[in-house]
Nanobody, 127 residues
Framework: QAQIVESGGGVVQSGGSLRLSCAAS????????VGWFRQAPGKEREGISC????????YYVDSVKDRFTISRDNERNMAFLELSNLKPEDTAVYFC????????????????????WGQGTQVTVSS
């Protein structure tokens, strides 16, 4: 049974950093595209970064570009999202998800593309 668990969230001050982890079990995360999403209270879920399968190409939404870094460790069956220079508007629940579509296609930041999701981890940035 496929399972994804996020961890690493917390409360930080503006300008701080966090490292979010995404641990997969029951399937090989390395075969699939991985996306990170976030959802703030009262807002829709937003795709913020993804890493494609195959060539491992990376994508970021403009609001996090140059501040967040996505990566994966296929040997550990994990993915990561490094958050730096955090701002209060980054406060949200952060989710990891996998897209088990065919290899060779670019990943997307559209939530409906993704198949399995974790439960999320809360990131709170105080001003």
């Amino acid at each position: 049974q496929a399972q994804i668990v996020e961890s690493g969230g917390g409360v930080v001050q503006s300008g701080g950093s966090l490292r979010l982890s995404c641990a997969a079990s029951g399937f090989n995360l390395g075969y699939y595209a991985v996306g990170w999403f976030r959802q703030a209270p009262g807002k829709e879920r937003e795709g913020i970064s993804c890493i494609s399968n195959g060539n491992g190409r990376l994508y970021y939404v403009d609001s996090v570009k140059d501040r967040f870094t996505i990566s994966r460790d296929n040997e550990r069956n994990m993915a990561f999202l490094e958050l730096s220079n955090l701002k209060p508007e980054d406060t949200a629940v952060y989710f990891c998800a996998e897209d088990n579509g065919p290899m060779g296609f670019p990943c997307t930041l559209e939530p409906q593309t993704y198949d399995d999701w974790g439960q999320g981890t809360q990131v709170t940035v105080s001003s």
